[in-house]
């Protein structure tokens, strides 16, 4: 097992492009979490899923993103639109159990947009 | 609503010397407490964990905290700061909603 994986690493984007991100969870984990992380700030969450269904949005999850667990494995993030308050550390995560414990993060993708 | 409040966004230590990174949390009810550590372009690690067991943790290389609920705080120290302690340590409490509340991070340099 090879931890959470996070690709691309780092990606530059324009202004008004879209963009996706992709995380592959350790298999055995059914829960999986999407985590902003802004330069001198702390990751805050932004989504997770239990399986394939997303379970809980946070109001940072604006109409211009949009995250997918297809078949309860990998997921997606993607961003419509890039704006340059996008510009952030995209972190992924994910667990088997509840309460925080068991919790693995991926080294996460750097949003730069410009 | 729950939250953790990491006093001092820098800290400077000398190599050898102690280690105290502050966090006291606002919970309504009895909190699990993380510390968690970022090294430069990485994700995050997990030092420590609190769930309602002892109120003295120890974790990874040689951290430890304290739990104190009349203080609410859970503060992470290590006796003697080593070069590869230098990076970005964050408290997290989580949520019965199903996610982590971080706060804003304490970035430790390690003076030789």
């Known amino acids: 097992d090879t931890g959470v994986s996070q690709n691309p690493r780092h990606k530059i984007t324009k202004r008004g492009q879209n963009v996706t991100f992709r995380c592959d969870p350790i298999s055995e984990h059914n829960r999986l979490y999407w985590y902003r992380q802004t330069l001198g700030q702390g990751p805050e969450f932004l989504t997770y899923?239990?399986?394939?269904?997303?379970?809980?949005k946070s109001r940072l999850l604006s109409d211009r993103f949009s995250a997918e667990r297809p078949k309860g494995s990998f997921s997606t993030l993607e961003i419509q639109r890039t704006e340059q308050g996008d510009s952030a550390m995209y972190l992924c995560a994910s667990s088997l159990v509840l309460q925080g414990d068991g919790y693995t993060f991926g080294s996460g993708t750097r949003l730069t947009v410009v | 609503a729950q939250s953790v409040t990491q006093l001092g966004s820098h800290v400077s230590v000398s190599e050898g010397a102690l280690v105290l990174l502050r966090c006291n949390y606002s919970?309504?009810?009895?909190?699990?407490l993380f510390w968690y550590v970022q090294y430069p372009n990485q994700g995050l690690q997990l030092l420590l964990k609190?769930?309602?067991?002892?109120?003295l943790v120890k974790g990874i290389n040689g951290f430890e905290a304290e739990f104190k609920k009349s203080e609410t705080s859970f503060h992470l120290t290590k006796p003697s700061a080593h070069m590869s302690d230098a990076a970005e340590y964050f408290c997290?409490?989580?949520?019965?909603?199903?996610?982590?509340?971080f706060g804003t991070g304490t970035s430790l340099t390690v003076i030789p």
């Open positions: 919970s309504s009810v009895p909190p699990y």
């Open positions: 997290a409490v989580w949520s019965t909603g199903n996610q982590f509340y």
């Open positions: 609190y769930t309602s067991a002892a109120t």
């Open positions: 899923f239990q399986n394939e269904a997303q379970l809980e």
